[in-house]
């Protein structure tokens, strides 16, 4: 894949999740190599999007098991949500959650996140993902949004707002006259559809890291996943993307499972506490099916 120029600014989505691509996408896109000429471009594990939102492949199918994300996007790209709609909700939303704490009562928040849990409301799933506690994507064992809030009662200024309804726009501006479809399955149902020409980017949840409603993930379907992505048809592309290593532990799994293909790593630095001193690296690791990597030393995984 040829990387845009622009690219150089990496569009940043609306909905935040855990695991979200955002620093990656350049590394990713980069380290590819397909054109979309005759292909459609699959993600299983679309979470926020931001892959799917800078590559801007013509044709695409769209999927994660939760089903808001997807219902959110595929809103946008139906026009029954637009900048607009979500600039105007989020005025309103925004200043009743800062009067509300002014008469001593935070719970406006709460009460946004018990409408989402009764309507499935997508402008509520918005304002939940961008004033809940760090962004975080959470849904207790009956479904049911469960984080807290980020204690900021004048989350919604206007600068922020601003900044979300241009996220919108652009992800609107990324969609436009493209051939996208949006599904809410599980990632099984959704790579079974790649052909000849298609190119699969994977991005699963980490072993054992989240128990979620939507988002949890064993051994046992890391390892089906591997099976089944290494066992498409040969004229169909992947990448996936998974941590390597860092201070303290390998990721075996990548050896066990993913041997024979190319392997290109990236380091990412995450902070503990406040300090530079507390800086860990971590690396992560792409793993491209042999002939869809870009030209560029090559690692084979033995
Ligand atoms: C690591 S995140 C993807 C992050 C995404 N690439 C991004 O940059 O925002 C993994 C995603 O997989 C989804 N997911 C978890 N289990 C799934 C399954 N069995 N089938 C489809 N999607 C699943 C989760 O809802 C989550 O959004």
């Not at 994507?137 to 009956?142: A, D, L, P, Y």
């Not at 479809?181 to 790579?191: A, E, L, R, V, Y």
């Not at 020409?197 to 591997?226: C, M, Q, S």
Request: hydrophobic share 35%; with cysteine.
């Amino acid at each position: 894949m040829k990387l845009p120029k622009e690219i150089k600014r990496v569009s940043v989505p609306p909905i935040k999740c855990q695991g979200i691509k955002t620093k990656l996408v350049p590394f990713i896109m980069s380290s590819i190599r397909w054109s979309d000429a005759n292909g459609t471009w699959i993600e299983p594990f679309a979470g926020s999007g931001v892959v799917v939102f800078n590559v801007k492949p013509q044709r695409a199918i769209i999927n994660d098991a939760n089903p808001f994300i997807i219902g959110f996007y595929k809103a946008i790209y139906d026009g029954t949500i637009t900048p607009e709609i979500v600039r105007d909700y989020l005025r309103v939303e925004g200043r009743t959650l800062l009067l509300d704490n002014r008469k001593g009562t935070d719970s406006y928040f709460y009460r946004v996140r018990e409408r989402f849990n009764e309507t499935g409301s997508l402008l509520d799933f918005l304002f939940l993902s961008r004033s809940c506690f760090n962004g975080v994507m959470r849904f207790n064992g009956k479904g049911k949004f469960n984080v807290p809030f980020c204690q900021k009662p004048d989350r919604f200024r206007q600068a922020y707002i601003t900044k979300i309804t241009n996220q919108v726009a652009s992800i609107k501006k990324a969609m436009t006259d493209k051939d996208w479809i949006f599904t809410s399955n599980d990632w099984k149902q959704t790579i079974e559809l790649a052909e000849d020409g298609d190119f699969v980017y994977l991005d699963p949840p980490y072993i054992g890291r989240h128990v979620d409603y939507f988002n949890h993930w064993t051994e046992k379907e890391a390892k089906d996943l591997a099976k089944t992505t290494q066992a498409l048809p040969e004229n169909v592309g992947f990448a996936l993307s998974m941590w390597k290593e860092n201070k303290y532990r390998v990721n075996g799994h990548i050896e066990e499972e993913w041997a024979g293909n190319v392997e290109r790593s990236f380091a990412h630095y995450y902070h503990i506490g406040s300090t530079e001193s507390l800086r860990n690296e971590m690396q992560e690791a792409l793993i491209i099916r042999q002939g869809c990597e870009s030209e560029e030393a090559q690692v084979i995984i033995e």
